[in-house]
């Protein structure tokens, strides 16, 4: 079956600084990868998805996937972490293992220090 | 306004209480979803509906039911609360390609005492 799994649950990092969620899936077939953020008090918006062609996706608010085939990893990033930053960020995945159900990470929560 | 709506937005209930919580929208979507949200789990599926007449178990449906009135409205009803039913609910829409985004409501979070 398919699994998600996002590291650390907790990530802090400072105001400007590079910011790095991990997402590893277990797969024996080329997924639909997603990120997810959820800020305070509000349902889950997408950031960003991949589904076929570039590896590097770009999604909203500056964030940035690459899907790594080989290492079974889709991480995010940013270069700069902005305040506004702050959130919790779900990666989940879809595909023929799943019937096309998303099957979602645990979660990591993102804390920016000014 | 918004596409997904979910009512009530916060709801205390007691064990043994039947409680439905609603979902409208209005994306034109066929298919809607309920979810739960509980810290360092994730989402979990509880069911789901692609269209009005098909409605399917998720993950974790064991006490919990599903009413798809119309295209646009699915309610989600506990019969007879628990308290380990207390989480963050969200009602979701997605269009019907197979790796359309969901679009989700703000959630209800229900607290069973």
């Known amino acids: 079956a398919q699994s998600v799994t996002q590291l650390g649950s907790h990530v802090s990092v400072s105001e400007g600084a590079l910011v790095l969620l991990r997402c590893n899936y277990s797969?024996?077939?080329?997924?639909?990868l997603f990120w997810y953020v959820q800020y305070p008090n509000q349902g889950l918006q997408l950031l960003l998805k991949?589904?076929?062609?570039a590896t590097l996706v770009k999604g909203i608010n500056g964030f940035e996937a690459e899907f790594k085939k080989s290492e079974t990893s889709f991480h995010l990033t940013k270069p700069s972490a902005h305040m506004s930053d702050a959130a919790e960020y779900f990666c989940?995945?879809?595909?023929?293992?799943?019937?096309?159900?998303?099957?979602w990470g645990a979660g990591t929560k993102l804390i920016i220090k000014p | 306004d918004a596409d997904v709506t979910q009512t009530p937005r916060n709801r205390i209930t007691k064990t043994g209480k039947r409680i439905m919580l609603e979902c409208s929208q209005t994306?034109?979507?066929?298919?809607m979803y309920w979810y739960r949200q509980d810290p360092g789990l994730g989402l979990r599926l509880i069911y789901y509906?692609?269209?009005?007449?098909?409605?399917n178990k998720g993950e974790i449906s064991d006490g919990y039911s599903v009413s798809r009135q119309a295209q646009a409205k699915f309610s989600l009803s506990l019969e007879s609360a628990i308290p380990n039913q207390t989480a963050l609910y969200f009602c979701?829409?997605?269009?019907?390609?197979?790796?359309?985004?969901?679009?989700f409501g703000p959630g209800t979070r229900l607290t069973v005492t």
């Open positions: 979701a829409t997605s269009d019907t390609g197979l790796a359309d985004r969901l679009y």
């Open positions: 994306k034109g979507h066929d298919r």
């Open positions: 509906s692609f269209d009005v007449k098909d409605i």
């Open positions: 797969s024996s077939v080329p997924p639909y």
């Open positions: 991949y589904t076929t062609g």
């Open positions: 989940a995945v879809s595909g023929l293992d799943s019937n096309y159900q998303l099957i």
